[in-house]
């Protein structure tokens, strides 16, 4: 069955620093997202991408964050000065159609800031 | 806010016994959907149920929803020890272009 991958599976980084989360969504979707997860807590919508932009995003999802999909297959989650709160498990998912279409979700990059 | 709220948060049964967890929402949805997690990994889609459904099967698992009540509840018949892991409800948002999860039930 196709999946989502994501790379790194774990990132250690310094606060302040930039880090690059990256995912293949399955090939033939067209839906895009980010979540995250802090470790025991609920799964927490970041943003939506279709059409190479973005459809919507939540409070969470500020100016230090961005997505990109600088090519066919990849698609990227991308935060520019690490705070120590936005350690977390990312969790990369693509959908066929909208989200009245089940997601299929990556394994997800466990970020830690140092 | 659309977000599902999962009870129990905990449950430990017996292999071999029926699991319950029950979603409740807070507005109109299209449809809900049951995802499960293991420790930490990747959610995975198990049923989703359309508005106009009352319940739907598949393999172990019954979904029913009630719209009256805002609220779904997820079977499991005949546990599994590999049946532990976190059991989440998702609703669609506004625009319908994300899913809102829940805070989880966590089986065990």
């Known amino acids: 069955e196709p999946e989502v991958t994501q790379t790194p599976s774990h990132q250690v980084t310094q606060m302040g620093q930039e880090v690059i989360l990256r995912c293949v969504p399955i090939s033939n979707h067209l839906y895009f997202y980010w979540y995250r997860q802090i470790l025991g807590q609920k799964v927490e919508f970041l943003v939506s991408?279709?059409?190479?932009?973005?459809?919507?995003k939540s409070e969470i999802f500020d100016d230090q964050f961005s997505v990109e999909r600088p090519d066919g297959s990849n698609f990227t989650l991308k935060i520019r000065s690490t705070k120590l709160e936005d350690s977390a498990m990312y969790f990369c998912?693509?959908?066929?159609?909208?989200?009245?279409?089940?997601?299929?979700f990556g394994s997800g990059t466990q970020l830690s800031v140092l | 806010s659309q977000q599902g709220e999962e009870d129990p948060q905990a449950l430990s049964i017996q292999e071999g016994e029926n699991a319950t967890m029950n979603c409740s929402y807070k507005?109109?949805?299209?449809?809900l959907q049951w995802y499960r997690q293991n420790s930490g990994r990747g959610l995975v889609h198990l049923i989703l149920i359309r508005s106009n459904e009352r319940e739907k099967h598949s393999g172990r698992l019954r979904v029913t929803l009630d719209t009256s009540k805002k609220s779904s509840s997820l079977l499991i018949t005949a546990s599994r020890a590999a049946d532990t892991a976190s059991y989440f409800c998702a609703t669609e948002g506004t625009g319908f272009q994300k899913l809102v999860f829940g805070t989880g039930t966590r089986l065990l």
């Open positions: 998912a693509s959908s066929l159609g909208t989200a009245r279409e089940k997601l299929f």
């Open positions: 507005t109109s949805i299209n449809n």
């Open positions: 991408f279709y059409n190479n932009e973005i459809s919507e």
